[in-house]
């Protein structure tokens, strides 16, 4: 405006009049194009229902894509609950106007992205506890949520979106709406803004405007021309075009060859390398061109390749490799067999180190290689008895140049073994139970076999009597859990003359032992240079040598205890019932094996088990049921036994805790069936606890045998539609419920029911044995439930009746009734002249027992009613009454804290359970006891005069 008024020109009112007139007309479009920040800052914008909803989804999309980059799992499970939250808010708009397409290519990234990370193995164990465990639960939500639109996700998938970012995306077609009705309404005034502009210019040319603005102003609208809307649409600048040169860039180099040859710059040839390759690294070389190879220098480069082991930074398969091209160039040169072992024995050593750490099995192929190298060495060492191998050899006194004296070389050949055989170990437990990986493995097992058993011929006359017992102990640990399933097919003719042989292997010396043993109990073969030797030997004789070879020269109480309980298991496996019974009693470890190692009382509870299943099979159900008690009663069998773990509720383990209990645990071929084991359980308390509750139905103080049996009754019983059984112990139950009644056909075909021969019967391995052994004892366990039962009702009972009910012979019928007539169980007397059983009436009737029952409740309610009473008038208890009543110490003359309630609660002094198996019950008797050592109990009336007893 300074320059209107100032500038050189007329000053004539009629040219300030026409510029007056002039900004007025001006002012008016002005107006019309002005945007301030101010204005809009205070403009109220009005929006629909379904731009608020999808802003708010675009928002939170935004957000989980930014977590989604650096792979805060804890945060997209925020931003997925947030989005889900979000999606419920806006139901009514998607009712509306459709599932918005951003939301459905949201949620299908997201289900790739998780299946991605959940892919990589590698990647879940390097995340963060909170990482992984919100990982597992976005797995589980976007499953579940993403069924609900399957058919969105279906839609989308045929045709899915371009590599466009959601941002773009999102606006692009509010974008090219907004676009259209911007321009038709700019292109409408943009006569109007033509002609502003015209005099606005002519009115600066009349001036003489030096404004900067106002011209380059000018000269932008004159850029446009007529379109003037192509000013305000959205245009490329030199950003964008950066970008999209960086877009053609990445695309020509992924399009390129990855073998084309890069221009030369003048100093040879270049070609491209595969990114992530190493670069090829030239081996160092071992010696000169004209050094000459002797012991001497293959000793020194040996030392200098052992001098890297351990350290830092040393790659342990370089060692690998420098050993082995050392060995090859002492066997070119002939240094000698003592130069070959010492550095056979130093690769293999390299070998068990490869793994960085020692919980961790090694790769297939190592393994292979160290088996390899452990043959040629113990063939090399069976081959040349001048080479003596110790470990208490002097690294100054190595003998390894071909002289005439012996060559020796520092080392442990039986330590090297047992690490193999620890090794063998972990491949198995490493590998997956079910897979074929397993089984290749476990082929293993037979040269594992055959180089212990090489070691022992080696070691037969250089090693102590200790380090021999080592080697057996090898050899048990391969042997003890393996059945002879020849055992079962020779006639008896032939075992019985198998015990002359056994006084013979007896008397023979220590050192011609092991002359005709075998490497697993089995028929083996042996494989030498040129030839097969096939030994057949019987793994009873075999086992026994070993053990008692154990047993006389062993000097440490560990492996002694290992090879005795390891000679049970053996014993017990092969039905030798009797024997195993006697070492086990004999040998005492039930009474220490609390203070040895976690190992060994594994061993002894897996012993303990194959111990109850073979005194099953004797017929010894008692004996059996005490065997397997521990094991089952708290329901950790599967712990005890080594066979997995179980989770804890109260506590978690430690991570140390576990990885130590996984080292632990047996490989699957040495498992003991869990099911076989809990059915042997049940029924043998079956068999003992039926006939005992039927003997003890109305005794309140009766004891019980078997916890998880009753657990398991009364879990039936609470069930209101009972139909057939389907699992193992379903069928128990049934069984039991039948045995109860006396039904003991009902009961067999519930035991020996098809389901049940095939998930536990045919496991054995004289199957129909076992089952007709199963059939006689509940027929005879039958009996005497029915007996217990109805003894009341019957005044004599016929053996030729009992016998056709249950199907059994006259003379067993006459067995089983005088024993219970002997131990005092029945109340009755044979009548040999009739064959009938005369039933006496001692033992109480039901209603007679309930009498009892309900005097003894009420003769203690009126007792505590008493004590009540005296407190309350004052009178201690103990004191004499004035009046010359009876003493507060209990009718008999006892002290009322050893009679009354709490002998009838099984209290804590003197009633309820004691050590001797006896139980006692003193309410109101005349200073009566019960049964004590003799495990029965007594009952008397209140005035002391005539009662009843029993005992067991």
């Known amino acids: 405006m300074a320059s209107r008024f100032f500038g050189a020109g007329s000053s004539s009112s009629e040219v300030e009049s026409s510029s007056d007139e002039e900004e007025q007309v001006q002012k008016a479009p002005g107006r019309t194009f002005q945007f301030s920040d101010e204005e809009e800052d205070t403009k109220r914008i009005v929006r629909s229902a379904k731009d608020k909803r999808f802003d708010e989804l675009e928002t939170i999309i935004k957000q989980l894509r930014n977590h989604k980059k650096i792979k805060d799992m804890s945060k997209i499970l925020e931003s997925f609950d947030e989005l889900t939250r979000a999606m419920k808010k806006a139901n009514n708009v998607v009712e509306k106007e459709g599932m918005p397409r951003f939301y459905v290519r949201c949620l299908v990234e997201l289900e790739t992205f998780i299946n991605e990370c959940w892919a990589d193995k590698d990647g879940r164990k390097s995340m963060s506890k909170n990482n992984s465990k919100s990982l597992s639960t976005m797995r589980q939500k976007v499953r579940k949520y993403n069924k609900d639109f399957e058919k969105d996700i279906t839609t989308y998938m045929e045709s899915p979106d371009a590599d466009v970012p959601d941002e773009v995306e999102g606006s692009e077609s509010e974008e090219s709406a907004d676009e259209?009705?911007?321009?038709?309404?700019?292109t409408a005034k943009a006569s109007d803004f033509q002609k502003a502009e015209a005099e606005e210019s002519s009115d600066d040319d009349f001036w003489g405007s030096s404004d900067e603005s106002s011209s380059s102003s000018s000269t932008d609208d004159e850029a446009y021309g007529e379109n003037l809307a192509a000013k305000f649409l959205k245009k490329t600048g030199p950003g964008t075009e950066k970008r999209e040169k960086r877009k053609r860039e990445k695309k020509e180099l992924k399009v390129r060859p990855e073998e084309e040859e890069v221009e030369n710059d003048g100093q040879g040839e270049w070609t491209v390398v595969t990114p992530g390759a190493g670069m090829v690294?030239?081996?160092?070389?071992?010696?000169?061109?004209?050094?000459?190879?002797?012991?001497?220098?293959?000793?020194?480069?040996?030392?200098?390749?052992?001098?890297a082991r351990g350290k830092k930074g040393t790659d342990r398969s370089e060692q690998i490799e420098l050993l082995t091209e050392l060995m090859k160039i002492s066997t070119a040169h002939n240094l000698g067999n003592g130069m070959l072992v010492k550095i056979l024995f130093s690769l293999i050593m390299s070998v068990y180190d490869y793994n960085p750490t020692v919980s961790l099995c090694m790769k297939p192929e190592m393994w292979q290689k160290l088996l390899d190298l452990v043959q040629d060495l113990l063939q090399i060492l069976e081959g040349n008895p001048a080479i003596v191998i110790n470990e208490k050899v002097m690294e100054e006194l190595e003998n390894l140049e071909s002289t005439t004296e012996e060559f020796r070389v520092r080392g442990?050949?039986?330590s090297m073994i047992e690490r193999l055989d620890e090794e063998f170990t972990k491949m198995l437990q490493a590998c997956d139970a079910h897979s074929t990986e397993y089984i290749d493995r476990l082929k293993d097992e037979k040269m594992v076999c055959c180089i212990i058993e090489k070691l022992y011929r080696y070691l037969e006359s250089r090693v102590t009597s200790a380090d021999l017992c080592r080697v057996y102990m090898l050899r048990i640990n391969h042997m003890y859990y393996k059945f002879d399933y020849t055992t079962i097919a020779r006639p008896a003719d032939e075992k019985a003359a198998e015990k002359p042989l056994e006084k013979e292997a007896e008397e023979k010396p220590p050192e011609k032992e092991a002359e005709a043993e075998g490497s697993s109990g089995e028929e083996t073969k042996i494989t030498e240079d040129t030839q097969q030797v096939e030994v057949v030997v019987d793994p009873s004789v075999l086992m026994d040598e070993l053990c008692k070879y154990i047993y006389a020269k062993d000097i440490t109480d560990r492996i002694r205890t290992r090879a005795i309980l390891c000679h049970i298991y053996h014993h017990a496996l092969h039905n030798r019932w009797f024997e195993a019974r006697d070492l086990m009693m004999m040998s005492h470890l039930q009474d220490t094996i609390q203070h040895s190692d976690i190992?060994?009382?594994?061993?002894?509870?897996?012993t303990m088990v194959q111990l109850g299943l073979c005194a099953f099979r004797h017929a010894s159900i008692q004996d059996a049921h005490?065997?397997?008690?521990?094991?089952?009663?708290?329901?950790?069998?599967?712990?005890?036994?080594?066979?997995?773990?179980?989770?804890?509720?109260q506590q978690e383990r430690r991570p140390e805790q576990e990885k130590l209990e996984k080292q632990r645990q047996m490989p699957f071929h040495m498992h003991i069936n869990l099911e076989l084991l809990e059915c042997v359980y049940l029924v043998s308390a079956m068999l003992l606890e039926i006939p005992y509750m039927a003997a003890h139905e109305f005794d309140p103080r009766r004891r019980m045998i078997s916890k998880s049996f009753h657990h398991q009754l009364k879990i039936a019983e609470r069930q209101t539609l009972t139909g057939p059984p389907e699992s193992m112990r379903e069928h128990v139950v049934a069984a039991s419920k039948a045995m109860k009644v006396g039904d003991w056909q009902q009961c067999t075909e519930y035991i020996l029911s098809d389901k049940m021969n095939v998930k536990v019967w045919n496991l054995f391995p004289e199957t129909d044995r076992v089952r007709e052994m199963i059939r006689q004892r509940i027929q005879e366990e039958s009996l005497r439930t029915y007996l217990f039962t109805y003894s009341s009702v019957y005044d004599s009972l016929s053996l030729v009746t009992l016998a056709e009910q249950f199907r059994m012979e006259r003379g067993l019928v006459h067995s089983v009734i005088s024993k219970m007539i002997i131990n005092e169980e029945l109340m009755a007397s044979m009548d040999e002249p009739s064959q009938s059983v005369v039933m006496h009436r001692t033992e109480p009737s039901r209603l007679q027992s309930l009498a009892l029952q309900l005097?003894?409740?009420?003769?203690?309610?009126?007792?505590?009613?008493?004590?009540?009473?005296?407190?309350?008038?004052?009178?201690?208890?103990?004191?004499?009454?004035?009046d010359g009543g009876y003493q507060q110490r209990g009718y008999g003359g006892d002290k009322w804290a050893d009679g009354g309630q709490r002998n009838y609660q099984g209290g804590n002094r003197r009633g309820g359970h004691q050590q001797s198996g006896g139980y006692r019950n003193r309410n109101q008797q005349d200073g009566g006891g019960g049964g004590g050592g003799g495990?029965?109990?007594?009952?008397?009336?209140?005035?002391?005069?005539?009662?009843?007893?029993?005992?067991?």
Not at 875 to 882: A, E, M, Y
């Open 935 to 952: 495990g029965g109990y007594q009952r008397r009336n209140q005035d002391g005069g005539q009662g009843y007893g029993r005992r067991n």
């Open 626 to 649: 005490n065997c397997l008690l521990d094991i089952q009663s708290g329901g950790r069998a599967k712990e005890l036994l080594a066979q997995g773990l179980l989770m804890q509720r």
């Open 855 to 882: 005097s003894e409740k009420i003769s203690i309610l009126v007792e505590n009613n008493e004590k009540l009473l005296e407190i309350k008038q004052g009178i201690l208890p103990g004191t004499q009454r004035r």
């Open 281 to 307: 690294r030239e081996r160092p070389k071992m010696f000169t061109k004209d050094q000459e190879i002797t012991v001497e220098a293959v000793n020194k480069k040996l030392h200098e390749i052992l001098a």
């Open 599 to 606: 190992p060994i009382q594994i061993l002894y509870n897996r």
């Open 180 to 186: 259209a009705s911007f321009s038709k309404d700019v």
């Open 412 to 414: 442990c050949v039986l």
